[in-house]
């Protein structure tokens, strides 16, 4: 398989150079969001309600237990936020459908490939390398490769992006 052969020339790491990451244990989680603006926070929704993940912090600041649902739509893809984003229709990505930027400005991108589907890999490019490129593919992370994806991608800035499972979210910061 020509493709799997390109995944596997990749560097497996989890975080990739230039980045730090924080996974934090979200149980029964449904869909996440950046907030426009304030592209560094990421609200997470769950079957526990919703919280805030300040992504420059790599620290959850906000928290509601509300599990009502009045909050989201499941159909147009959006939650309202809680807290300082509580004005803020957030765009989701998750068990229902939709999702999040899989590029940013800086030339990084986020692909998915599932050769040995129901296992999905996530390969970060950074700086517009692509693992379809010959030769390049030694420049791109697989920064995940696991079952249970539920959403991937940037947040608007390009600073962040997140990888959610059903049961935990990896949060990514660029390093200054």
């Known amino acids: 398989m020509r493709i799997r052969k390109m995944v596997n020339?990749?560097?497996h790491k989890s975080?990739?150079?230039g980045w730090t990451m924080r996974t934090f244990a979200?149980?029964?989680l449904y869909s996440v969001g950046f907030s426009k603006k304030h592209p560094n926070l990421?609200?997470?929704v769950s079957s526990q309600g919703r919280g805030i993940i300040d992504c420059s912090e790599l620290e959850v600041i906000e928290r509601d237990s509300d599990v009502s649902g009045d909050w989201i739509n499941t159909i147009e893809l959006w939650a309202n936020g809680i807290g300082i984003i509580s004005e803020e229709k957030i765009l989701v990505g998750g068990i229902h459908?939709?999702?999040l930027p899989i590029s940013n400005e800086?030339?990084?991108?986020?692909e998915y490939v599932a050769t040995e589907w129901p296992i999905?890999?996530?390969i970060f490019q950074p700086d517009f390398k692509s693992i379809y490129k010959k030769g390049e593919e030694k420049y791109?992370?697989?920064?995940?490769h696991d079952y249970e994806l539920i959403a991937y991608g940037f947040s608007y800035n390009g600073r962040y992006f997140v990888i959610a499972t059903s049961s935990e979210i990896h949060v990514f910061k660029r390093d200054k």
């Open 106 to 110: 800086n030339g990084d991108a986020i």
């Open 120 to 122: 999905a890999d996530l």
């Open 9 to 11: 020339a990749t560097i």
């Open 26 to 28: 979200i149980g029964g």
């Open 97 to 99: 459908g939709g999702g």
């Open 140 to 144: 791109c992370f697989n920064v995940f």
């Open 42 to 44: 990421l609200l997470v």
């Open 15 to 17: 975080t990739p150079d």
